[in-house]
């Protein structure tokens, strides 16, 4: 290999090391594991909404199955739609999500979602819509919370 081409290939090598840590630290968004999410399960929602008044509950299931019935006192935002800055969750000091049950990730994701966009108090309610309901629950149809 002559000067030249192993001058080139170091060029190459450092370039592509380069970029890549360039690409790396363009990520500033905290590593959020499943470990970090906190579960809720209904007997604590229960408490939670009984003792906290800045508790906001949020269904991140679609329009459609939130007007099919959701827990009393929830507010829609679907997944895709979920922003750590969403102006309904300004004045909250907890926020819990929700999906339809045990076998529904979305509520997992949510809050993941929220934890890594630096909200600091997020809980998953694990069961969700059909647990709530099952377990007694005030569920309302409709688009009102």
């Known amino acids: 290999m002559t000067g030249h081409a192993r001058t080139l290939g170091l060029l190459k090598m450092f370039l592509?090391?380069?970029?890549?840590?360039l690409a790396c630290a363009c990520?500033?968004?905290p590593q959020v594991t499943d470990e970090d999410v906190a579960v809720v399960d209904e007997v604590e929602l229960k408490q939670l909404r009984d003792d906290e008044p800045g508790l906001i509950l949020v269904d991140v299931r679609s329009?459609?199955?939130?007007g099919l019935g959701h827990i009393r006192?929830?507010?829609n935002i679907p997944l895709p739609k979920l922003k750590?800055?969403?102006?309904?969750l300004a004045d909250a000091k907890h926020v819990v999500v929700y999906g339809e049950g045990y076998q529904n990730a979305l509520s997992h994701a949510a809050a993941k979602k929220l934890l890594a966009g630096g909200r600091v108090l997020v809980s998953?309610?694990?069961?969700?819509?059909?647990?709530?309901?099952?377990?007694?629950?005030?569920v309302l149809s409709g688009d009102n919370p």
Do not use: C, H, M, N
């Open 73 to 75: 006192g929830a507010i």
């Open 16 to 21: 592509v090391v380069g970029l890549a840590g």
């Open 124 to 138: 998953d309610f694990r069961g969700g819509y059909q647990l709530w309901r099952d377990s007694g629950g005030e």
């Open 84 to 88: 750590p800055t969403d102006p309904r």
């Open 27 to 29: 990520d500033s968004s």
């Open 63 to 66: 329009e459609k199955r939130y």
